[in-house]
């Protein structure tokens, strides 16, 4: 038998003690269904070999070498990571088009006395299944966009949010950037693919009855693009805007980019880009800073002489509608305790009808 999803939730939900992803190591770093495990029955370097001679010797020999690596791989996942299963356990198997490979898998597995089935489809039908959530549907979702100036600690108020019961999607956490020209984090950003499937997991496990705070952001984050369904959901979103004073979103900036600000010749080279937009007397002002340790002063001054500056052009373009403006003294731990119990009460006392 073979499981046949109508939908990602339907996929998402399907039963299986465990999900098995056959396909490469580089395939499933791509992108995999939630909650796999990765046994390749052909690495990186034997899938790659496979295909070179099926197209430049003989579909034949490509087959034969292909089976005779795939029951050695299968063998030795068998012997080791699978070992330990009982006869009950039922695995869910899937390569990328839910032929050759998981086939062959599941039937190994199947002659032992497990009960495995396939993925119809393999991940073909999956990434099918987020694509056309993400792009051909509309989110039945109702989202609050949070606001502010660059530096109004609007990533660190979600978990404080969530933590009030407020419903949040944190699409800079999922898409692993900071959201700015100086957004960079260790490790990198996940595959567009890989992002798009975390996002629609994130969105299935929120209630449509309910509001979803998501922070205000541009159509990209980092490489990341914002899939259809929810830019257009974020573009009718309502506001709730936070402010606080020059000097503390300084600090706070200071703080939260203490990494990008500790290295003076890196910082010089993500700056280069805005020579063109800022000219190159500021951004050179903005290097010396650096050069000199005066963290907070380079913070003070890209806040006010860059980041405010983009931030009011893009407010009146998109003229968003601003339900409620919420001040703030400061952004210590004390402070944003405080914002986080206005800004929930807020939310909460929105309803989906009014967004």
């Known amino acids: 038998m073979t499981l046949a999803p109508k939908s990602i939730?339907?996929?998402?939900?399907?039963?299986?003690?465990?999900?098995?992803?056959?396909?490469?190591?580089?395939?499933?770093?791509?992108?995999?269904?939630?909650?796999?495990?990765?046994?390749?029955?052909?690495?990186?370097?034997?899938?790659?070999?496979?295909?070179?001679?099926?197209?430049?010797?003989?579909?034949?020999?490509?087959?034969?070498?292909?089976?005779?690596?795939?029951?050695?791989?299968?063998?030795?996942?068998?012997?080791?990571?699978?070992?330990?299963?009982?006869?009950?356990?039922?695995?869910?198997v899937y390569c990328w088009r839910g032929g050759q490979r998981s086939g062959t898998f599941a039937w190994m597995l199947k002659e032992i006395g497990w009960r495995s089935e396939l993925v119809q489809g393999g991940y073909r039908t999956f990434r099918r299944l987020v694509k056309n959530y993400l792009y051909d549907e509309s989110l039945p979702h109702r989202l609050v966009q949070l606001g502010g100036y660059t530096g109004t600690a609007k990533t660190a108020l979600l978990p404080l949010l969530a933590a009030r019961g407020v419903q949040v999607l944190d699409l800079e956490g999922l898409a692993r950037h900071r959201g700015s020209l100086l957004g960079e984090m260790?490790?990198?950003?996940?595959?567009?693919?890989?992002?798009e499937t975390a996002l629609a997991q994130a969105l299935l496990a929120l209630d449509p009855a309910r509001p979803v705070v998501v922070e205000a952001?541009?159509?990209?984050?980092?490489?990341?693009?914002?899939?259809?369904?929810?830019?257009?959901?974020?573009?009718?979103?309502?506001?709730?805007?936070?402010?606080?004073?020059?000097?503390?979103?300084?600090?706070?900036?200071?703080?939260?980019?203490?990494?990008?600000?500790?290295?003076?010749?890196?910082?010089a080279g993500k700056l280069g880009p805005l020579r063109y937009h800022r000219g190159h007397e500021l951004v050179d002002a903005w290097c010396d800073l650096s050069r000199a340790g005066e963290v907070l002063r380079l913070c003070q001054s890209l806040a006010e002489d860059h980041y405010d500056p983009a931030y009011r052009k893009a407010m009146k373009t998109i003229d968003p509608t601003v339900v409620e403006r919420f001040e703030t003294s400061g952004l210590d731990e004390a402070a944003l305790d405080r914002l986080a119990d206005r800004i929930a009460e807020r939310v909460s006392g929105l309803h989906v009808t009014e967004i």
């Open 217 to 267: 952001e541009s159509s990209k984050i980092g490489e990341i693009n914002l899939p259809p369904a929810l830019w257009d959901a974020m573009k009718v979103a309502p506001w709730v805007e936070v402010a606080a004073p020059l000097e503390a979103r300084s600090r706070y900036l200071s703080e939260a980019y203490a990494d990008i600000l500790a290295d003076s010749e890196a910082l």
């Open 9 to 92: 939730a339907d996929l998402l939900d399907h039963g299986f003690d465990t999900v098995i992803d056959v396909r490469s190591p580089a395939e499933f770093a791509e992108d995999h269904i939630p909650g796999a495990i990765n046994l390749p029955v052909l690495d990186n370097e034997e899938r790659a070999r496979v295909g070179t001679m099926y197209k430049q010797e003989s579909p034949f020999k490509a087959r034969k070498l292909g089976a005779a690596l795939v029951f050695q791989n299968a063998a030795r996942h068998v012997a080791g990571p699978l070992a330990q299963h009982e006869g009950a356990w039922r695995p869910l």
């Open 186 to 195: 260790p490790g990198g950003q996940p595959a567009q693919k890989g992002f």
